[in-house]
């Protein structure tokens, strides 16, 4: 059964980090591009991330960029986002999301249409 699950969300204040994990199981992990997703209350739900199956390969939103870093342990099957200096406007239920992808491309799968598989998400707050 395919499974995906999110972990490591919490309330954390303003400047503060925090790091996902997107545990995957039921399939052939190495194959599948993995991005991150969240989704603010009232608003749809953006792209944040990805990382191609390789690991070789990723792409960030430009509200995120240079603070949150993606990485993929193909060994454990599980992708990793860490995010650093934290603002209340990341808060948000983060999902994350898989697709079958080739090893070195993920740029272009930015919207949730575009993958397959989903997990239940984990919620991030970011408050004082």
């Known amino acids: 059964q395919l499974q995906l699950v999110e972990s490591g969300g919490g309330l954390v204040q303003p400047g503060g980090s925090l790091r996902l994990s997107c545990a995957a199981s039921?399939?052939?992990?190495?194959?599948?591009?993995i991005g991150w997703f969240r989704q603010a209350p009232g608003k749809e739900r953006e792209g944040v991330s990805c990382?191609?199956?390789?690991?070789?390969?990723?792409n960030y939103a430009d509200s995120v960029k240079g603070r949150f870093t993606i990485s993929r342990d193909n060994a454990k099957n599980t992708v990793y986002l860490q995010m650093n200096s934290l603002k209340p406007e990341d808060t948000a239920l983060y999902y994350c999301?898989?697709?079958?992808?080739?090893?070195?491309?993920?740029?272009?799968?930015?919207?949730?249409?575009?993958?397959?598989?989903w997990g239940q998400g984990t919620q991030v707050t970011v408050s004082s």
């Open positions: 999301a898989a697709r079958r992808a080739a090893p070195f491309y993920c740029s272009g799968y930015v919207y949730p249409a575009q993958y397959d598989y």
């Open positions: 039921g399939f052939a992990f190495d194959y599948y591009a």
């Open positions: 990382i191609s199956s390789s690991g070789g390969s990723s």
